[in-house]
């Protein structure tokens, strides 16, 4: 755990897959405290990576969990939400997360299942209880966060987070340092948002994966190179006549070498590219 | 001679009851026996004790073997041409999925057989069967095995909105003709999540309704290029390639795609094709 600014802290996923070995803590996951109450920011990947940041919050404050915000559907950002049920805070989530837990709840679950065996036991879908379908101020005591709910971007649930006091923005999976971003939302739209992102001054920013902080905006440029050039290249092999089971082989191919797990997420974004452009 | 619908729906119908209580049981990965025997018991089930021969090089199937995303698994099926013309219907069968009959596709008199392609879901490691069936009756079949898994009950929609936006909404791109005796190949797109009803929903307990296209009807000037009977193993935003000779190629059309999904949804939609250029 790194206080990477006044009462920001961040736990740093690595860069695997998920596993038993790693309990799904594969993402950037934290908490920021205020005067009066703690935000939590994504509780973890499981039931047990939940219970130990909770732990972490406990051993460092008395002050109550008021929320704990869900930045978006996946796995490894929200799964640890049941370590916190006995703490009643509002659970925050994307006005279009409820949705996108209906559809995937049950498979994810099933997968982490698959994935972690014993050690996902207690992890659950926790419904969110408080929706953003555009901004959210939370007040924690003379600190406010700025919650932000974007357009299908990563997802189409996608939230950021921006802790005035510290100038810290908390991007969670709209930003991907190092490791191969994931797209499940929006090529067209991801490449939207961060235009926009980009344009919002902060002192730092946190990505869902990668170093537990980084300069802000010069830490997106790879992230948006990657998505310019698999929308770009993408376009030219629909333009081609290239197939949807054939595009990821030469599509965006300069990328390889340059993140970590290409091999694991290049195609599937190429295939959901390629999806997406289709109807242009 | 061939199998009525009602006839079919009611062979699947028991057969989907035969594999849900043999799925009951944990399973391991299945000898190439079981997988014979598994054929064995879908080919009686869709066409009774019809003689199905080898198809050798007369059909063949081209997926890859092994999918990046197994609900989106590109899958053609080639026919010879010297079989081409004699061919009235094309069955694809996706073997260990829970609903095994993909397509069926109706030939009708302009249909140009050699290759249609479409996007399936694909459950677990199986064989894919592809089977033509010709005006006078005869069945040839071919195989191919896939590696992937999880297709039919993957998450489905990345944009939700944009899908219910969208619903029912085709594209249709034509590739330029270069002589007038040349069949058009066309790439239809249909907007439709074609649930597969094997998803639930985590907070409510409830599965998601299956919601998918059951039948697709192609014509060109009135007159079919196919018809197509199909199910939950077509991969959301169905799409489809295929090929069409106009009777009078010298002259413009229209061609239109008719769907009819399990909501009792109905969809319509033309689009003009100009006339052949001059040599």
């Not at chain 1, 998505?227 to 993408?234: M, W």
């Not at chain 2, 999918?67 to 219907?89: F, H, K, W, Y």
Request: hydrophobic share 45%; proline share 5%.
């Amino acid at each position: 755990m790194t206080e990477i600014a006044s009462g920001v802290f961040v736990h740093n996923g690595v860069h695997e897959e998920a596993s038993s070995g790693n309990k799904d803590a594969i993402a950037n996951i934290g908490f920021i405290i205020g005067a009066d109450a703690v935000a939590v920011i994504d509780p973890g990947g499981s039931f047990e990576e939940g219970a130990a940041l909770r732990r972490a919050i406990v051993a460092r404050t008395d002050r109550p969990i008021r929320y704990v915000i869900l930045t978006h559907v996946h796995p490894d950002h929200i799964f640890g939400a049941a370590a916190f049920r006995d703490d009643h805070p509002e659970f925050v989530g994307h006005a279009k997360l409820p949705g996108a837990l209906a559809q995937r709840g049950d498979y994810y679950l099933r997968r982490l299942r698959g994935a972690l065996g014993d050690e996902a036991r207690g992890s659950e879908i926790v419904p969110p209880t408080l929706l953003v379908a555009d901004r959210l101020d939370l007040d924690l005591g003379g600190r406010h966060l700025l919650v932000r709910a974007h357009g299908p971007a990563h997802t189409d649930n996608d939230l950021t987070v921006f802790d005035e006091s510290t100038r810290t923005f908390w991007l969670a999976d709209l930003l991907f340092v190092d490791r191969i971003p994931v797209i499940d939302g929006s090529i067209v739209g991801w490449l939207k948002e961060l235009r926009e992102l980009i344009a919002l001054a902060a002192d730092r920013a946190v990505p869902g994966h990668g170093p537990v902080f980084v300069p802000w905006p010069d830490a997106a440029d790879p992230e948006r190179r990657y998505l310019e050039t698999v929308e770009r290249e993408t376009r030219a092999a629909i333009k081609a006549g290239i197939g949807i089971a054939d595009a990821y082989r030469d599509v965006a191919k300069s990328e390889r070498g340059r993140w970590l797990l290409f091999d694991d997420y290049h195609a599937r974004n190429v295939t959901a590219s390629y999806k997406e452009l289709e109807w242009d | 001679m061939g199998l009525t619908r009602s006839m079919l729906g009611r062979a699947i119908s028991s057969l989907l009851l035969l594999l849900v209580v043999l799925g009951g049981a944990a399973r391991a990965e299945p000898s190439e026996a079981e997988r014979a025997a598994r054929w064995s018991d879908l080919r009686h089930a869709i066409f009774g004790d019809r003689v199905v021969e080898d198809a050798g090089d007369r059909v063949a199937i081209d997926a890859p073997e092994r999918a990046e995303d197994a609900a989106i698994v590109p899958v053609t099926i080639r026919v010879s041409e010297t079989l081409g013309s004699e061919i009235r219907g094309l069955y694809l069968v996706i073997d260990d999925n829970p609903s095994p009959l993909a397509a069926h596709f109706v030939l009708g008199p302009l249909a140009d057989t050699k290759e249609i392609t479409t996007r399936v879901r694909i459950d677990d490691y199986t064989y894919l069967h592809a089977v033509a069936e010709t005006k006078d009756g005869r069945l040839y079949a071919t195989a191919q095995f896939i590696k992937a898994a999880g297709g039919c009950s993957a998450p489905a929609g990345k944009d939700q909105a944009l899908a219910l936006e969208r619903l029912g909404k085709m594209k249709l791109t034509l590739a330029e003709r270069l002589r007038p005796d040349a069949p058009i190949n066309a790439k239809l797109l249909i907007s439709h999540p074609n649930n597969s009803g094997l998803q639930m929903d985590q907070v409510s307990r409830n599965y998601i309704p299956a919601d998918f296209m059951q039948t697709l009807e192609i014509t060109y000037n009135g007159q079919s290029v196919f018809r197509l009977e199909s199910d939950i193993a077509i991969s959301e935003d169905p799409s489809f390639s295929f090929s069409f000779r106009p009777s009078d190629p010298g002259a413009a059309g229209v061609i239109k795609a008719e769907i009819l999904d399990s909501s009792r949804r109905h969809f319509t939609q033309s689009w003009p094709v100009a006339a052949a250029p001059q040599i």
